[in-house]
């Protein structure tokens, strides 16, 4: 039997569950009723969530999943799609979730999709775009865009192309087909698959050992993942990163001191390294 874990709430949101067990958070879409589909008012308290995560030192790893057992996310919620994007209360249409996406790629710290159920359409990209997926042995992955009028050019092809190679990307895409866990795992689209019952057990496990890691070393691991893929911006991460650990040495703060101190900078004492 599964040991239950205490989450407490960080929180409350109308459209997901955010809680914490230790250095974990969890981000949970709470709308079993649509199989987890996303509105914009879902994404923007994802987005929310996020940015508390990054900026709480406290939280070292990030769980993506949704709540009921039966679905990760089934993507945009077709019942408020409208003239140009996805409708919120202010009536104004968006596809705020490539916005989500980005953020889930920036982040400084590992986000493991925990996927139970249907991870289909925009539900995929999302479980695609984290650093880790494990699924349940009930899962089921797949994109509908051509079936159902939509499409993901962004991460959700090139991304997936890169995670499970050209062909298969195209082949999910253009026929639109459903995958069982066990053939995600054999193409590499998630990380390990467990029964449904040890699901969360497992993910908490994998999240606690990257805990125990260096967690300067996984951020810069993580922005030099995204660096080859993502162009300038991928760049700049990384090199943010950089400068991120030059200011934590002696020689950026000599600098710093001298302009503070009103006196030139002495950095002969700092090794030119070979
Ligand atoms: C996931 C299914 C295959 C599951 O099938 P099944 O088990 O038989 O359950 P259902 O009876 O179909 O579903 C139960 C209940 O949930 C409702 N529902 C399910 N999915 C959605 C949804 N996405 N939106 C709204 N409602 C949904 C369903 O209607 C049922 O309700 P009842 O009231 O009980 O009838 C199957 O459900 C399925 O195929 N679902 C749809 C999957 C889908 O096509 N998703 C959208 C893909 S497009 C997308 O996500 C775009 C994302 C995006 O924002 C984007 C990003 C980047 C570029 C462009 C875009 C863009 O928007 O275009």
């Not at 067990?21 to 914009?40: D, E, L, M, W, Y």
């Not at 087909?177 to 449904?196: F, H, I, R, S, T």
């Not at 699901?199 to 125990?212: D, F, G, P, S, Y």
């Amino acid at each position: 039997m599964a040991e239950q874990l205490t989450w407490t709430p960080i929180k409350e949101f109308r459209e997901i569950l955010f809680t914490q067990h230790g250095g974990i958070a969890k981000i949970s879409i709470n709308r079993p009723q649509v199989h987890n589909a996303f509105t914009p008012l879902t994404v923007q308290e994802m987005i929310e969530a996020m940015d508390i995560c990054r900026n709480r030192t406290d939280i070292g790893v990030i769980i993506l999943t949704g709540e009921g057992g039966k679905a990760f996310c089934s993507g945009g919620d077709q019942s408020v799609r409208g003239h140009g994007g996805y409708v919120g209360e202010d009536t104004v249409p968006r596809l705020n979730v490539l916005d989500l996406q980005k953020m889930i790629r920036s982040i400084p710290k590992p986000v493991v999709a925990m996927v139970a159920g249907w991870a289909i359409g925009g539900g995929h990209v999302l479980h695609v775009v984290c650093d880790l997926s494990i699924a349940a042995e009930n899962a089921r992955f797949g994109q509908t865009g051509p079936n159902v009028g939509s499409f993901d050019g962004g991460f959700g092809a090139s991304y997936l192309a890169r995670v499970v190679g050209q062909k298969k990307a195209r082949e999910i895409w253009f026929l639109c087909d459903q995958y069982n866990a066990q053939e995600a795992l054999d193409m590499g689209l998630v990380n390990k698959v467990v029964p449904l019952e040890q699901l969360e057990e497992t993910t908490v496990a994998w999240c606690n050992k990257i805990l125990e890691k260096s967690p300067l070393a996984l951020r810069m691991l993580k922005s030099s993942f995204n660096a080859e893929l993502d162009g300038q911006a991928g760049i700049q991460e990384l090199a943010g990163n950089a400068t991120l650990l030059y200011y934590l040495s002696e020689e950026a703060k000599e600098g710093k001191n001298a302009f503070i101190e009103k006196r030139k900078p002495d950095f002969s004492k700092f090794p030119k390294f070979p």
